[in-house]
């Protein structure tokens, strides 16, 4: 139920987290996103144990502090803060300026919760809302930029914001944070300091800190594989551990019912352009850059395991294993697919699963889905690519950085922001007031209504806690089956970790890649989807990987070395 | 007497020239009066913005805006000149372009021409109140209906399936991607653009049919003689400002479905610009496109102008 | 017979191979057109049991208003489309006073010294834009910003419109003007009392595409107007497209049953923001008939 608030993303955010986790057309500075290069917490944030008295204990073993906790039910309600945060401090009100994917809530004197959450606050805040898609939001972000009038924070979609925020932020627009986020001065934010250590990794760009991330989990995208089909055609998901027996099983999901209805209208997978990441995870392909010990940088496009996993996507092509609209299938006709039982398995966030398993019960489906780890390609070994984890990052202008006493003000007010899963803030931010935004249903888990959806809006969004493995994703699963959910999915989120790679050029700025990144990643995906669905040959692919490199993508990569080698270590 | 009043007419039309010019303008102040609040809008709405063009010239940076972002003179149109896309980006807006003028300019004509010729008004009525539905739906949801009819699992390929025949994907064709847009847009457009040529049809004097059909016109000389000289003004006015407008194909339509196509098939000018100058941030870049289309824009227009008042037409200015 | 008695004297009565071709090429063309519509509104009151099988809806199994219900409920929509309605009519009426005023005042560009090069300046702008951030400059200098203003002028002349408008003006046989003009009225009364109400069909049509204009606009919005309480419905609409599954909740509350899929919700919006042009538009068409200048000009 709780991460199915954020699971169920609008198209641009999953799009830019699906593209950018797969090592295809990226976010716009740095494509991909995986992990720092080095591995545990380095600076910054350090690991943070159950035994913090800001988490509720997670009702598995949590091993590592970047894999999201897991828990079966609501924990009892805990405080996470303590007074109001912004109280005393010099701002008494409070702009921002961040994405908005839900109507906007009723103005002031009406809205009860946005009066309460000033109240709770100590300030005044008055949200500028930026459209949800990354074209109008970089316009709109541009405009408000170029006439001098930046709120207080600024929210940076994506990993490193769009174009023209990357750029300003480059030309000293806004505030270096590093020294009141890491180390001893994050202990006065405790919610903050509660975001996994890889995440604040990734953050950082050129190794300073601008802000703060809004988390979400390290261990990347997954595969939901219907494996009650694969039953029925004679596969069992435990003999889907090789690219052949990958192969097979799709290509049965086309041709040999397995809804049983007598109509040839299932197929393997929906589409190429949000899928292909997971045949270059199977071929052990480089999570959007390969950083060789010398500090040289190869692109995933120019490596063999590359090459191969398109060759075998193409084959699985030929043979029949996609929808037939598959070239030209849009977000939404990915998603409705698979929900609708038409395709035997579809790319989505770890994270999200939940909320598909909910779609698949209206078809009277219980227990329809695995995470399936991406079996080995002929003579390789698979990875999975790691997130960056977090989408958007929250930033504060320059000018208003100036004044210590506003940063810590600000950044107080995101730590309130950033509690945890299961406290009275959260559920607060999450549902509202009690009896007026959601009632409890008979297992105390909050169900918000009409109000609430109305109230709230996306005024909780600006700044949300990472992600928790909690699947109450619908009360028409027993407490049972939830807590089997969580146990699945926490499996997977620690199988998924284990083989997981980061990418080696997160957090690093190139000037040519801000400029010609969408471009450049528009004719990647243009070549690869050709490839695969035979528009173009292979030597199609390959003529793309050429005219990238003479294109910006030889630049880009002379620009990354040179930047991961001053900020190293 | 209709020839005395003429001659009188132009009498004083004539007179009306005569003058110096503060007499003239004095005499015609009431023109003034008329149009300069509209002048006013323009210059300040429209004309005031332009400056803002300069960044064609410049690396703009917003953050730095106008005063601080460095100058580059030409560079952003070298550039532009020499990028390996703007060919093919060029060459096929121009190919599109050229469709809609064949394909596309005279299908609303086509169909008012036909809606006038119905005899029972309210039948008319009733298509005309109809037939512009499409042109309210957005693109996103025009491309997802096409896509269910025509697309692989679409409801003309399950058909043909159903049949045992061979499937055709219509929309991830590139060959047929140019078409496919033009059919699209007259599907959405041609009710709406019946509209202003519906209007123009009713201007037409009554008196000028009897006029033929007394003298013995049948339907094919009646149009050529009366309705089609009759619309003709409006039909050159808006080709010629078609033209002026050659380089913009539609935007939200293409960048829809060029992923279905590939950038070699499916990239047009304005979507060259949304990757490089907007997402991109290349400002300057964008700024530089605008003020060439505009330039080319310009040439065509008076071109075509200077054209049709050598034809004998009333051009546009 | 009755329809023989309509038909004007000097159109003969096509034959009947013609007529059955007019008449299957016009029921071909209003089915294109219309099917998908009716489709659009199927879907807006479709369950997601009708629309997870895929393929194309023209009449649900299940039909549900839960997806016009949420978008209605909270008022939001509501106010903004009385937002919207304001801002079409104010705009509307301020586009066709300018541009009626200016395209009469342009008529006669030879007689009135300059107003050539005012027709040309205005022609400028349909070659040459500004871009986003030069248009929002100006609007802030002005004090505009988050006022209705600044989404009612930047669009409040188009010279297209203008254009076509002064056309149909210079079409008005002079005869009438140059009587008007002997009998000593000046420019002003000549547009108001005679040209004017000649041009009931082309006002009509430039009316409303104004009006549409006003309406469908939402990304002057989106730029110039940070309270989210003044926004248009355009613009409000978009939100609800965007939300992806928007209730994220409706599937836990049992009282609000199976939750609409989202594409039910993406036709609802359509459906809403549609809904005021199309009963606009029949009372528009009354403009276009035949025969506005039958008798004007005698003798």
């Known amino acids: ?569 | 007497m209709a020839v005395g009043r003429a001659a009188t007419a132009g009498r004083v039309e004539r007179a009306r020239r005569a003058g110096t010019l503060r007499a003239r303008m004095w005499r015609e102040r009431w023109m003034y009066l008329l149009f300069l609040p509209g002048l006013a809008y323009v210059v300040l709405f429209r004309y005031a913005p332009l400056i803002g063009n300069v960044i064609a010239f410049q690396d703009y940076s917003p953050y730095l805006g106008f005063t601080d972002s460095a100058w580059v003179g030409l560079r952003n149109f070298a550039d532009l000149l020499t990028d390996a896309d703007v060919g093919a980006a060029l060459v096929n807006t121009l190919v599109i372009s050229g469709l809609q003028l064949v394909l596309f300019f005279p299908a609303p004509i086509a169909l008012a021409l036909l809606l006038n010729s119905l005899m029972t008004d309210a039948v008319r009525r009733a298509i005309q109140s109809v037939i512009y539905l499409p042109h309210f739906i957005g693109w996103v949801i025009v491309v997802s209906i096409w896509q269910q009819v025509l697309g692989g699992d679409g409801f003309v390929n399950q058909l043909l399936r159903s049949q045992g025949m061979h499937t055709v994907n219509v929309m991830a064709n590139p060959d047929l991607f140019k078409p496919l847009m033009v059919a699209q847009d007259i599907w959405k457009e041609v009710g709406w653009g019946t509209i202003i040529f519906l209007a123009a049809l009713t201007a037409i004097d009554v008196s000028l049919y009897e006029a033929a059909a007394i003298d013995g016109a049948t339907w094919w000389r009646r149009l050529r003689h009366v309705t089609l000289p009759g619309i003709s003004g409006v039909v050159v006015l808006l080709l010629i400002l078609r033209l002026g407008g050659i380089l913009t194909v539609g935007f939200e339509q293409i960048l829809l479905q060029q992923p279905n196509v590939g950038a070699r098939a499916g990239q047009v000018l304005d979507t060259f610009v949304y990757f490089r100058g907007v997402v991109g941030g290349d400002w300057g870049l964008g700024a530089a496109v605008g003020l060439l289309k505009g330039a080319l824009g310009t040439l065509l227009v008076v071109g075509a102008n200077w054209a049709v008042k050598r034809l004998g037409q009333e051009g546009v200015f | 017979m009755a329809l023989t008695a309509r038909r004007p004297v000097w159109m003969e009565r096509p034959s009947i191979p013609t007529q059955l071709l007019k008449t299957i090429v016009l029921l071909a063309i209003v089915v294109l057109m219309v099917f998908p519509f009716l489709s659009m509104v199927a879907v807006s009151f479709a369950s997601a049991a009708d629309v997870l099988r895929g393929g194309l809806v023209l009449w649900p199994a299940h039909p549900t208003g839960i997806a016009y219900e949420s978008i209605l409920r909270g008022g939001i929509v509501v106010r903004a489309l009385l937002v919207s309605v304001g801002i079409t009519v104010v705009g509307t009426a301020l586009s066709m006073g300018l541009t009626t005023t200016m395209a009469y005042g342009l008529t006669r560009t030879r007689d009135v010294p300059g107003s050539r090069l005012a027709l040309l300046l205005a022609l400028g702008t349909l070659l040459f834009s500004a871009g986003i951030i030069p248009n929002y400059l100006l609007v802030k200098s002005l004090h505009l910003l988050n006022t209705y203003w600044a989404v009612i002028l930047p669009g409040a002349v188009s010279a297209f419109n203008l254009v076509v408008i002064r056309q149909f003006f210079m079409g008005i046989p002079h005869e009438l003007i140059e009587s008007a003009r002997l009998d000593g009225a000046n420019d002003l009364q000549i547009l108001l009392r005679i040209v004017l109400p000649l041009s009931k069909a082309v006002l009509a049509v430039i009316s409303l595409f104004y009006a549409v204009g006003y309406w469908n606009d939402f990304f002057n919005a989106l730029l110039y107007l940070n309270d989210a309480s003044m926004w248009p419905v355009q613009l409000v609409l978009r939100q609800y497209v965007l939300q992806g599954t928007p209730l994220g909740d409706v599937q836990l509350n049992p009282l609000l049953g199976q939750p609409p899929p989202p594409q039910s919700f993406q036709m609802a919006v359509v459906v809403l923001g549609t809904l005021p042009i199309l009963l606009v538009y029949p009372l528009l068409q009354r403009y276009f008939t035949k025969g506005v200048l039958t008798g004007a000009i005698k003798g």
């Open chain 1, 1 to 569: 139920m709780f991460q199915a608030l954020e699971g169920r993303w609008p198209e641009t955010s999953r799009r830019t987290f699906l593209r950018g986790c797969l090592a295809a057309a990226g976010a716009l500075v740095v494509e991909s996103c995986g992990g720092g290069a080095s591995g545990p917490a380095t600076s910054g944030a350090g690991p943070v144990r159950a035994a913090d008295s800001h988490l509720a204990p997670p009702d598995l073993p949590w091993t590592d502090p970047n894999i999201p906790p897991a828990y079966f039910k609501l924990p009892s309600v805990f405080n996470a803060t303590s007074g109001a945060p912004g109280a005393g401090g010099p701002l008494t009100e409070i702009t921002w300026f961040s994405d908005e994917f839900s109507p906007p809530p009723p103005p002031l004197p009406g809205n009860r919760y946005w009066t309460e959450l000033n109240r709770r606050l100590g300030v005044k805040v008055t949200p500028i809302w930026g459209p949800a898609d990354q074209a109008s939001y970089e316009q709109k972000f541009a405009a408000i930029l170029a006439s001098g009038d930046l709120p207080d924070l600024v929210l940076f979609t994506g990993t490193t914001g769009t174009a023209a925020q990357a750029q300003a932020l480059q030309q000293g627009a806004f505030t270096d944070l590093t020294h009141h986020l890491t180390g001893s001065a994050l202990k006065d934010y405790p919610n903050l300091a509660l975001i996994a250590p890889k995440i604040w990794q990734n953050s950082r760009i050129n190794g300073k800190l601008y802000g703060v991330p809004r988390g979400r989990a390290i261990p990347g995208g997954t595969l939901l594989f219907r494996w009650d089909w694969a039953q029925k055609v004679g596969v069992p998901l435990s003999q889907v551990t090789t690219s052949d027996a990958f192969r097979d099983v799709m290509v049965d999901f086309a041709s040999h019912d397995p809804d049983g209805n007598g109509r040839a209208d299932t197929w393997g997978i929906p589409d190429i352009q949000y899928t292909y990441g997971y045949f270059a995870e199977m071929f052990g392909a480089p999570n959007s850059w390969r950083l060789s010990k010398s500090g040289g940088l190869t692109k995933d496009i120019e490596t063999p395991e590359y090459r191969q996993a398109i060759a075998y996507a193409r084959d699985l092509f030929q043979r029949g294993a996609f929808h037939p609209d598959a070239p030209t299938q849009t977000l939404a006709a990915h998603y409705s697919l698979f929900e609708g039982g038409r395709v035997g398995a579809y790319m989505d966030a770890l994270y999200a699963s939940g909320q598909t398993r909910s779609f698949l019960a209206q078809l009277g489906l219980k227990d329809p889905i695995r995470h399936l780890l991406p079996p080995a390609g002929q003579g390789r070994k698979a990875v999975t690519y790691n997130a960056v984890g977090y989408n958007g990052v929250v930033m504060i202008p320059a000018k208003v950085g100036k004044d210590d006493a506003k940063v810590r003000q600000l950044l107080r007010i995101l730590d309130y922001f950033a509690s945890p899963f299961g406290s009275e803030e959260y559920i607060f931010l999450q549902y509202g007031i009690e009896g007026v935004h959601y009632t409890r249903a008979a297992n105390g888990n909050p169900a918000k209504n009409a109000q609430g959806t109305t109230d709230i809006g996306d005024l909780f969004r600006l700044l949300t806690p990472p992600n928790v493995s909690y699947s109450a994703a619908s009360q028409s699963f027993s407490d049972t089956e939830q807590e089997a959910w969580t146990r699945l999915l926490d499996q997977a989120y620690h199988d998924h970790f284990k083989i997981g790679i980061d990418d080696p050029s997160i957090g690093f700025f190139s000037s040519t890649a801000l400029r010609r990144s969408p471009a450049l990643n528009q004719a990647i995906q243009d070549g690869v989807v050709g490839a695969i669905s035979g528009r173009t040959s292979m030597s199609g692919f390959d003529d793309m990987v050429k005219s990238w490199r003479s294109q910006g993508g030889d630049q880009i990569r002379k620009e990354l070395q040179t930047a991961i080698q001053q900020h190293r270590g």
